[in-house]
Each structure stands twice: as C-alpha cells, then as structure tokens.
C-alpha cells in the first residue's frame, strides 16, 4: 500500500477557472486521445495511443494528466498528473481510462473535456499490486468494486490469464446508482458478446464470469454495500457459493480508503492473508485512485 499512499490524491482543491484543453501541446510523453465516453455527469472513459515500449501487467496503473496553467510569475508549465489504472488488458494496442469528474479537481475539471485528437500526458511506468503476480494459486477469484475502482477488473476481466487462473470469476460492484454501474454492466456484455473475445478467451471461460452489481443510494435489483451483503451472508445465497475461504477463494479490492478498509477486514475474517508483488498470498488491494 505504501507506493499508493504516497501518490494517491482527491480532487478536492479549488481551481479558479477550468482551462480548456488545447489540441496540441508541446509536451513530454504525449499520447493521442482516441475515443471518449461519457457514462454520467460523474463519469467518463477514454482511450489514448500507446507508446510503443510501454508493457504493462493487466491490473496495474500509470501517472497520466496534462499541463497546469502557466506559473503567474515564472510563466512556466508544469505537469499535473494523478495516478490511473490502466482500464483496457496488457495485449490491447490502446489505452483505456475510467475517471470520475470533480467539478472542482485539479485536473479532472479539465480532463473531462478532452476529445479525440487532443493530447495528455502518460509516464510510461506501470506499477501496481492488484497484479495475478502478487496472488497465490486458487479455485475462484473475487474482484471487489466500487465506483471507479471498476477499472482494473475492467482490465482484468478481458486478460487471458484470469481465466486460466481461476475456474470461477466474481466481480462485485457497488455504486450509489444505477447508471453508475453502466460501464462495468456494459463491459462485461459487450465482452460476453464479443467474437474476438470469445475467440481470445473462449466461451467457456467468458462463461465463468459471475457479476454482481448493486447499489446504495437508488432502487435495483440488488441494493446494499457489498460488504453488508458478505457479512449476512447474501451474497453467497445469491451465487450459490458455501462462503469465502482461504483455500479456495483469492481476492482482489478496489475501491475508496473506507471500502478497502473494510474489505481487508472482512477477508482477514474470512481467514485470507495479504499479498504483494514479492510476498503472493491471498488479496491485494488498491486504492481507486481519482476521487
Ligand atoms: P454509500 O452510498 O452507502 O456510501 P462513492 O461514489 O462515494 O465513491 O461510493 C461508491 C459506492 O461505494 C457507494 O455505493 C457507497 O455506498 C459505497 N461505499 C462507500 N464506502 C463504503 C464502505 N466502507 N464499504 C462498502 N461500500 C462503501
């Protein structure tokens, strides 16, 4: 957790106003906006190039941003960067972001208007715990969301090697609304749906995917915090499932500091142990980084 504790931010300090983005910057480490999607007036997704030497494991992060308005004094530019998982898997040849948008965030203000041509910033550096790497072998994987902390499972779920791993795949993801859910909801369809997919991964191993969406602040299907949900054990009504253990069961948690808090909690309950990248054990956790 260090490494995230150290670089993790809120986009809670006041900017006086929202610059808009230019479409060409003379910057370091640019990267061409490809597509952007807007999910709510909260959220949006979007895709950049590549650069060509970036490798990455599905699961990890970057720095990305752009550049902050020009020093009053020196006139200078410096960059404004924030971390963000990386949302598309290690072998797609773009990238692809999931953010949330603070009105009055630094860089989200701004990084919400970009489009298609428009350059940011990205420091090729992948790194991150929520990594295959840093879990020990297991029968079932349990991806733990909520809001933008979607993400890497977004990653994760469309990385071979997920499947390979695990026979069963359940990815939770509490959002105060249902429109919220829509990127994940969709991203799981379109990946169901999808022949390249089934041709990359297989129909039988798309055909592991358990989703579990719900909500907290507006009526659906399924309503409530996942963790409330684990602890009276509906959860494993719903899917069926004896409980969570440590022989079987490796998980992974991405969400706000609360949520992992609890989260790392209730599976040390469960009896599972912490990993990391050097130590693989049982769960990792990372924070959803913007927001
Ligand atoms: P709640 O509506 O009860 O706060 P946010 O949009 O604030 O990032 O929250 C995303 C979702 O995560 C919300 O549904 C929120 O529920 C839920 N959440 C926030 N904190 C926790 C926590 N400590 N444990 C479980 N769920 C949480």
Redesign the pocket.
């Known amino acids: 957790m260090s490494t995230l504790l150290d670089i993790s931010m809120t986009e809670m300090s006041p900017v006086n106003q929202a610059s808009p983005v230019p479409a060409k910057m003379a910057m370091p480490d640019a990267q061409t906006v490809t597509a952007v999607t807007h999910w709510t007036d909260r959220l949006f997704s979007f895709r950049v190039t590549r650069p060509q030497s970036l490798r990455f494991r599905s699961g990890e992060f970057v720095m990305i941003g752009l550049m902050g308005d020009p020093d009053p004094k020196t006139g200078k530019q410096k960059p404004l960067l924030r971390a963000y998982s990386i949302a598309s898997p290690s072998w797609d040849e773009e990238l692809e972001f999931y953010s949330i948008k603070v009105q009055d965030g630094p860089l989200t203000s701004r990084l919400q208007h970009i489009q298609p041509g428009d350059q940011i910033i990205l420091r090729p550096k992948p790194v991150g715990t929520l990594v295959h790497d840093a879990l020990l072998p297991g029968k079932r994987i349990w991806f733990f969301a909520?809001?933008t902390g979607f993400a890497p499972f977004a990653s994760l779920l469309r990385e071979p090697e997920t499947y390979e791993n695990y026979e069963q795949v359940i990815i939770t993801h509490?959002?105060?609304d249902v429109a919220e859910l829509d990127y994940g909801r969709t991203l799981i369809e379109e990946l169901k749906a999808d022949e390249m997919m089934q041709e990359l991964i297989g129909a039988e191993n798309l055909a592991k995917i358990r989703y579990y969406p719900t909500?907290?602040?507006e009526e659906s299907p399924k309503m409530g915090?996942?963790?409330t949900l684990l602890e009276d054990g509906t959860v494993f009504r719903d899917l069926g499932i004896d409980g969570i253990s440590p022989e079987t069961d490796r998980g992974m948690v991405c969400?706000?500091l609360?949520?992992n808090t609890?989260m790392k909690a209730l599976l040390e309950g469960f009896g599972l142990t912490e990993g990391a990248n050097s130590e693989p054990a049982q769960y990792v956790v990372e924070k959803a980084f913007v927001?």
């Open positions: 909520t809001g509490t959002c105060r909500t907290t602040r915090r996942i963790t969400g706000s609360d949520f609890d927001g």
